[in-house]
């Protein structure tokens, strides 16, 4: 019994989708709202950030491997459900549902999106406005960064609800009331925040 | 009474044994005013001859007290996880499906193996340990204000009907199961039962334990005893995060 670490693996599981995953989520979609105010206001920032200190320190130890440590256990503990929600068509049913489909689609989204960005910035290219405007040039792809800034957000948003209760903040019906209002908020000013940005990039 | 010919169409679920197939029969049965499910399969007991006229095996049902508190007759009504004896037929859409629970193994027609349930409050330790040979008089009292709501969550029958509509309790996962969760809170709650707390906190911070909740709520959806499950299991998070760290720095 001493040696089931689950209780832990859990709770950390719980608190790195905020601690650093959400709040490296706030970083970036910061970073990406300056496009709104031109590209060359976004560059400055890209710049700003390309140059920070411990670079790749931070974000192998703050974004990589955190993300992939969210990711594949969240795929572990997505595949536990048996989602029910054809017949138990109730409100929390369908966040639950949500929440581990939203989980696996900004996975998929982020192997692409890593891969678009990162990569070839491994190889030489140079991040900046013209990289992702190029991008969003096909509809296609600006069709993927439409759904995946919006299961991020939902995911976020929801988990950030549930992560209230997780943790037993949230224990009463009028606080878990609360838990969602925040939620239902969260959800629509960072889904404005980031479609605002994305469609900056759109000529 | 009678039944002015009115008939009450069953649709059930049957399955000989264990490790039979299951197979669908359909019933026709007297009507009467106020029946409930319990009462329309006793007709077909009365009188085990199916739709088409064909003699057959009644169908095997579980049932105890009649009156939803003993949490026997859980089967699935029309898909919806119900008690047998509380479930109308007045109030049901025609014709009747009726389905044995599949989160447990089925061992004839309606009546499944619950026994799971049953591992599960041995494991949480869900009962309040006495004292020895010797009498030690009685025992702390409860404030009014808790037992108010302690009461509530002491309703729980083990009917099954929130491990049926957990997403999470399956045979891909190890998840103990909604119920036995808010029992820890009842009797943790309780004076005397507070003296094993952290006893009951530890067998639920392991594999299959609370973490394994996922916040669907459709335990509290499907509770006919409406115990609030949801409350009961955030209340223990929260338990189990202050232990958490309680062990790791004090204790
Ligand atoms: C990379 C793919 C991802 C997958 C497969 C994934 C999967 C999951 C799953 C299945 C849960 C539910 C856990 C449970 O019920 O205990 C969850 C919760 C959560 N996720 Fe993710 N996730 C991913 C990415 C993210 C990202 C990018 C963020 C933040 C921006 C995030 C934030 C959260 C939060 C805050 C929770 C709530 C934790 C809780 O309820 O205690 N996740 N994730």
Redesign the pocket.
């Known amino acids: 019994m001493k040696s089931d670490r689950t209780f832990f693996w ?1 709770k950390l ?2 608190i ?3 601690i650093p ?2 709040v ?2 706030f970083v970036h979609f910061a970073i990406n709202y300056t496009a709104f105010y031109g590209a060359e206001t976004y560059n400055q920032a890209a710049a700003m950030m390309g140059s920070l200190p411990f670079r790749y320190a931070m974000e192998i130890g703050i974004i990589f491997i955190p ?1 992939l440590f ?3 256990y ?2 572990y ?2 595949r536990e459900a048996k989602n029910n929600i054809s017949a138990y068509k109730y409100e929390k049913n369908w966040y ?1 549902y949500f ?2 489909v939203s ?2 689609l ?2 998929l989204f ?1 192997v692409w999106h890593v891969g678009t960005t990162r990569i070839p910035a491994a190889f030489g290219a140079e991040v900046n406005f013209d990289m992702v405007a190029s991008l969003v040039a096909n509809p296609v792809y600006l069709f993927f960064y439409i759904v995946g800034i919006l299961m ?1 957000t939902y ?2 948003s ?3 609800r ?2 209230l ?3 037993g903040i949230t224990v009463n019906r009028k606080s878990q009331n609360f838990g969602k209002v925040i939620g239902v908020i969260l959800f629509i000013v960072l889904s404005g925040i980031g479609l605002t940005a994305i469609f900056a990039f759109v000529s | 009474m009678t039944t002015n010919g009115k008939l009450v169409h069953l649709k059930i679920r049957r399955q000989d044994g264990p490790s039979s197939d299951s197979y669908v029969e359909e019933f026709e049965v007297p009507y009467r005013p106020s029946m409930n499910i319990i009462s329309a399969l006793m007709e077909i007991r009365k009188n085990p001859v199916n739709k088409d006229g064909k003699e057959t095996s009644p169908v095997q049902w579980e049932s105890v007290c009649l009156e939803e508190v003993c949490g026997a007759c859980s089967i699935l009504v029309n898909g919806k996880p119900r008690q047998a004896c509380s479930t109308l037929i007045d109030s049901l859409e025609q014709p009747i499906h009726l389905a044995p629970l599949k989160t447990f193994s089925c061992e004839r027609d309606l009546i499944v193996n619950r026994k799971q349930m049953f591992d599960a409050l041995m494991k949480v330790k869900a009962w309040i340990d006495i004292d020895g040979t010797h009498d030690l008089g009685p025992g702390p009292r409860l404030a009014e204000e808790d037992r108010q709501w302690a009461y509530e969550l002491s309703k729980c029958m083990t009917c099954g009907l929130c491990f049926e509509a957990c997403p999470n309790v399956n045979d891909r996962s190890t998840f103990i199961g909604p119920a036995p969760l808010s029992q820890v809170r009842l009797f943790n709650t309780h004076p005397t039962g507070k003296m094993q707390a952290s006893k009951r906190l530890e067998s639920i911070m392991i594999e299959g334990g609370i ?1 394994s ?3 669907s709520g459709n335990c509290a959806e499907v509770c006919p005893k409406e115990i609030p499950l949801t409350h009961s299991i955030a209340a223990m998070n929260k338990s189990t995060t202050a232990y958490s760290f309680k062990r790791f720095f004090v204790k």
């Open positions: 859990r599981h719980s790195s989708g905020l995953i959400g490296f989520l993300l969210h990711g594949i969240g795929i503990i997505a639950f929440q581990r989980g696996i900004v996975f982020l991020t995911h976020f929801n988990g950030f549930t992560m209760i997780t943790w | 973490t909740c996922g916040n």
